[in-house]
């Protein structure tokens, strides 16, 4: 996407595993680009941030390594991610601070302190005069236009890259909360285990991807569906093009989406009566790139006897809930000076 130049003084970030979406204030999403670095194997000197080193990915040569600084929704990689982020908020600045932003950055709800520690310390480091966490299942919520204020309880399921976050919230706050390691990067990864072990065919993770898109599926489709995926044949060494099936493609990714649906049963086993009651008649929101796979969201329905929906721009949602997050950061930003 086109990147429009501001001098921003708060900015919202959702430091996704696959992908980095930037929200100014005033301005809405300034940017979203793949959360990928491509940097020099001997000088370790960055090369490529974003589109560009994604571009990269499995196709580099050995003086080059394209790097995702960011797993399971957390900090792998501290250098190459303060690299990664640097570039961006430089992206949308200019060529130099005008101001110093305040940033508020969304992260798992399960994460450890030292993990809270080293995102924050990475956003510090890029010249932000203040930083701010919010959990991502609460900010999701936000963007997909839920009203969280209210003694209500409203469940949200955000599947991004790297976890997968449910959450019943009201008041807002998030009263119960679950959250798994397996999301959107791990279907990827599932497809690449699939073709290799039934096709005798390795493939890229970047191929994976667009097979899921174009005919993954969490149910059997009234239509079957097939796409022709090339590789190179574990044989002969040489490349070699099969076909794949929409079917095929759920037997992939069976396992991982069984999980997902597990810790969706498990989070309403643990919510309390009366807010189960609320989300029984308000239904459940689906938020995130992941929870885009075709028929997702009737197998919850159907596991759960809840009304399922996937939410308007569900990609952008996270990014879109710390735009509307902004709009508290003074009264935040006056209860931590206190």
Not at 275 to 304: F, H, N
């Amino acid at each position: 996407m086109k990147v429009k130049k501001v001098f921003a003084k708060d900015i919202g970030i959702d430091l996704g595993t696959a992908n980095v979406l930037i929200y100014v204030k005033g301005q809405g999403i300034v940017l979203n680009e793949p959360s990928v670095v491509a940097i020099d194997a001997d000088t370790k000197k960055p090369l490529a941030v974003g589109s560009e080193a994604r571009e990269m990915l499995g196709r580099t040569p050995g003086s080059v390594i394209a790097i995702r600084p960011m797993k399971d929704g957390v900090i792998a990689d501290f250098e190459i991610t303060e690299v990664m982020l640097n570039h961006f908020i430089r992206k949308i600045n200019g060529k130099s601070f005008l101001s110093r932003p305040r940033i508020l950055i969304c992260c798992p709800s399960n994460i450890t302190q030292v993990e809270k520690n080293a995102i924050k310390e990475a956003a510090e480091r890029t010249g932000a005069k203040k930083v701010f966490l919010e959990e991502e299942p609460k900010v999701a919520a936000v963007g997909a236009g839920m009203d969280i204020s209210k003694p209500s309880g409203n469940m949200v399921i955000d599947i991004g890259g790297g976890t997968t976050e449910v959450a019943v919230i009201s008041l807002g706050g998030v009263v119960v909360s679950n959250s798994i390691r397996i999301a959107g990067d791990d279907l990827d990864e599932d497809i690449v285990n699939y073709i290799k072990r039934e096709k005798n065919l390795a493939i890229g993770n970047t191929t994976a991807e667009q097979a899921k898109k174009e005919i993954g599926c969490a149910m059997p489709l009234v239509t079957e569906m097939s796409m022709e995926i090339r590789g190179r044949d574990l044989t002969s060494g040489l490349p070699e093009t099969t076909t794949i099936t929409s079917n095929e493609m759920q037997s992939a990714m069976q396992e991982s989406i069984d999980k997902i649906v597990e810790v969706v049963k498990q989070t309403l086993e643990r919510t309390p009566p009366e807010l189960a009651a609320d989300i029984s008649d308000r239904g459940i929101y689906m938020t995130g790139g992941g929870c885009l796979v075709d028929g997702l969201d009737k197998l919850l329905q159907e596991q759960t006897g809840i009304n399922v929906m996937i939410a308007e721009d569900a990609v952008s949602c996270v990014a879109l809930g710390t735009g509307k997050a902004l709009d508290d950061l003074d009264a935040l930003d006056g209860k931590i000076k206190r």
